[in-house]
């Protein structure tokens, strides 16, 4: 049984800083992506960012790209997100979610997610 957990969410100024993580066991195939997603109120899910096992590969949406990164902990198989420069509109519920999909940031194509972890920046 695929279990995906994400943690580290909270409240943060804009301007700040934020890592979450995830972690994933039981997922059956040896070659998948993580993706981290998010979902404000009122919005629909979108995609963040996605880092490809192995190798690493990663992927970003263009709203986060130079803001944000994607990581992988080989050693306990934690994937992080590490949130630079947050302003308002990075405010939402963040979701952690596993595809057998090469680089998608489409979440019709995540099989596996977690239950979320909320992240508000305030001014």
């Known amino acids: 049984q695929v279990k995906v957990v994400e943690s580290g969410g909270g409240s943060v100024q804009v301007g700040g800083s934020m890592r979450l993580s995830c972690r994933v066991s039981?997922?059956?195939?040896?070659?998948?992506?993580v993706g981290w997603f998010r979902q404000a109120p009122g919005k629909e899910r979108e995609g963040v960012a996605t880092?490809?096992?192995?190798?690493?590969?990663?992927h970003y949406a263009e709203p986060v790209k130079g803001r944000f990164a994607i990581s992988r902990d080989s050693a306990d198989d934690t994937i992080y997100l590490q949130m630079n420069s947050l302003n308002s509109d990075d405010s939402a519920m963040y979701y952690c979610?596993?595809?057998?999909?090469?680089?998608?940031?489409?979440?019709?194509?995540?099989?596996?997610w977690g239950q979320g972890t909320r992240v508000t920046v305030s001014s």
């Open positions: 979610a596993v595809s057998p999909v090469f680089g998608s940031l489409t979440a019709s194509r995540y099989t596996d």
């Open positions: 039981g997922y059956a195939y040896s070659k998948y992506s």
């Open positions: 880092i490809w096992t192995p190798g690493d590969f990663t």
